[in-house]
């Protein structure tokens, strides 16, 4: 079945460093690709997505793109801020889930001022 | 007023006791969602429903029972809750007709003793 991996956290960085958080997937025809963000005490909200190959999606300074040929869908920031200290969430929707979103496990961002 | 809203925000109760969480969305989606976090976990989908005649078991639903009342509205009960059920639980939704991204709610928080 569709499957996300994501990179193990925590991580943790200092103020104004560049940002990686590693995704890959498993999945059957051309799914959704999505990052969503879990602040503390909060639910999670999306972040951005990429509905196809080669698409990149971006908000608040993050970025990733859909790379259907190494089945990746990397999260990169290239200055991160202590606001940014959450739990990033890599996740898919596509047709052999029967429309429902796989989650990765999360990974969890430190910022040290 | 948030789109999605869970009550109760925290409850502590005891073990073999029944309890329901509620879920309420004004965004006006056919799809509902309950999931299950656990410290340092991902999310866990308990229960699904794209309509509201339709309820679908996901991954964890042992233990646990829904009811959609209406479309606003996805309950989740614990007919006889356990310590292990101790965790976060979220609701969510979606739009019907693709691959869509999901909206949370803030969570409630349950602790059972």
């Known amino acids: 079945g569709d499957s996300v991996t994501q990179m193990e956290g925590p991580v943790t960085l200092s103020e104004e460093a560049f940002l990686t958080i590693n995704c890959t997937y498993t999945?059957?025809?051309?799914?959704?690709l999505f990052w969503y963000v879990q602040y503390p005490g909060e639910g999670l909200q999306l972040l951005l997505k990429?509905?196809?190959?080669?698409d990149k999606g971006s908000n608040k300074g993050f970025e990733a793109t859909y790379r259907k040929e190494t089945t990746s869908f990397h999260l990169e920031k290239g200055s991160v801020q202590v606001s940014d200290s959450a739990v990033y969430f890599c996740?898919?929707?596509?047709?052999?889930?029967?429309?429902?979103?796989?989650f990765g496990a999360g990974t969890r961002l430190f910022v040290k001022a | 007023d948030a789109d999605v809203t869970q009550t109760p925000r925290n409850r502590i109760t005891k073990t073999g006791k029944r309890i329901m969480l509620e879920c309420s969305q004004t965004?006006?989606?056919?799809?509902m969602y309950w999931y299950r976090q656990d410290p340092g976990l991902g999310l866990q989908l308990i229960y699904y429903?794209?309509?509201?005649?339709?309820?679908n078991k996901g991954e964890i639903s042992d233990g646990y029972s829904v009811s959609r009342q209406a479309q606003a509205k996805f309950s989740l009960s614990l007919e006889s809750a356990i310590p292990n059920q101790t965790a976060l639980y979220f609701c969510?939704?979606?739009?019907?007709?693709?691959?869509?991204?999901?909206?949370f709610g803030p969570g409630t928080r349950l602790t059972v003793l």
């Open positions: 969510a939704t979606s739009p019907s007709g693709g691959y869509n991204e999901q909206f």
């Open positions: 999945a059957t025809g051309y799914p959704s």
């Open positions: 990429a509905t196809k190959a080669d």
């Open positions: 996740a898919l929707s596509g047709y052999t889930g029967g429309f429902k979103t796989i």
């Open positions: 965004k006006g989606h056919d799809r």
């Open positions: 429903s794209f309509d509201v005649k339709d309820i």
